[in-house]
């Protein structure tokens, strides 16, 4: 069974930092985009970052630009959000996601989706 799973959420002061953490099993996803949503309560889900399967190409949205990073680890097949300077805007399930082609992640449209792992940003 293929899985995405998330971890590296939590409670965080305002200004703080978090890594978020993508380890999918049961497949590798090295050829894969891979990308971060989030989904705020009230809210639509919305793609914060993307990265393409040769990790020359990123995508970030307005409101995250200049403080998170994602990055991805072939070896570990593993993908990483640095947040820094986080806001309290920040708080929402962070979604782990891949699929092909890139095009179609930014676009927010996945077929490979993790459970989600919550941060929250206190003021």
């Known amino acids: 069974q293929v899985q995405l799973v998330e971890s590296g959420g939590g409670l965080v002061q305002a200004g703080g930092s978090l890594r978020l953490t993508c380890a999918p099993s049961?497949?590798?996803?090295?050829?894969?985009?891979m990308g971060w949503f989030r989904q705020a309560p009230g809210k639509e889900r919305e793609l914060v970052a993307a990265?393409?399967?040769?990790?020359?190409?990123?995508y970030y949205a307005d409101s995250v630009k200049d403080r998170f990073t994602i990055s991805r680890v072939y070896a570990k097949n593993t993908v990483y959000l640095q947040m820094n300077s986080l806001k309290p805007e920040d708080t929402a399930v962070y979604y782990c996601?891949?699929?092909?082609?890139?095009?179609?992640?930014?676009?927010?449209?996945?077929?490979?989706w993790g459970q989600g792992t919550q941060v929250t940003v206190s003021s």
């Open positions: 996601a891949a699929d092909s082609p890139y095009s179609k992640l930014v676009k927010g449209s996945s077929d490979y």
């Open positions: 049961g497949r590798t996803f090295s050829s894969y985009a």
């Open positions: 990265i393409d399967w040769s990790g020359t190409s990123t």
